[in-house]
């Protein structure tokens, strides 16, 4: 499985991005699918995932305000951004978890990951 993530950029506060992760090759009907993020000089963290029951699981930091969703036709999942805070300013990953178990929050549980995408919050 190949992860091709996009959207980030620079934005000021309280403003709005969306980020793209396209999978490519194998897919799993089953998997979650999940964007983490790592600010400089902090550990890589969860931020939200979503299996193709639809079903979704958010970070407490980022609970109303950012959404995640899946396209099943273009194999596509999307992370809207909104009321952006300077702490959300990070390089945003996007990632697969190929288990059929509910959504997990660790970075370890995660078989393949993308490029990473920059999000840069301004105050």
């Known amino acids: 499985v190949q992860l091709q993530a996009s959207g980030g950029g620079l934005v000021q506060a309280w403003g709005s991005l969306r980020l793209s992760c396209a999978a490519h090759?194998?897919?799993?009907?089953?998997?979650?699918m999940g964007w983490f993020r790592q600010a400089p000089g902090k550990e890589r963290e969860f931020v939200a995932g979503?299996?193709?029951?639809?079903?979704?699981h958010y970070a407490d930091s980022v609970k109303g305000r950012f959404s995640i969703s899946r396209d099943s036709a273009k194999n596509t999942v999307y992370l809207q951004m909104n009321s952006l805070k300077f702490e959300d300013t990070a390089v945003y990953y996007c990632?697969?978890?190929?288990?059929?178990?509910?959504?997990?929050?660790?970075?370890?549980?995660?078989?393949?990951w993308g490029q990473g995408t920059q999000v840069t919050v301004s105050s």
């Open positions: 990632a697969v978890d190929s288990s059929s178990v509910p959504i997990r929050a660790g970075t370890r549980s995660y078989d393949y």
């Open positions: 090759g194998r897919t799993f009907s089953w998997y979650t």
């Open positions: 979503i299996k193709w029951s639809d079903t979704t």
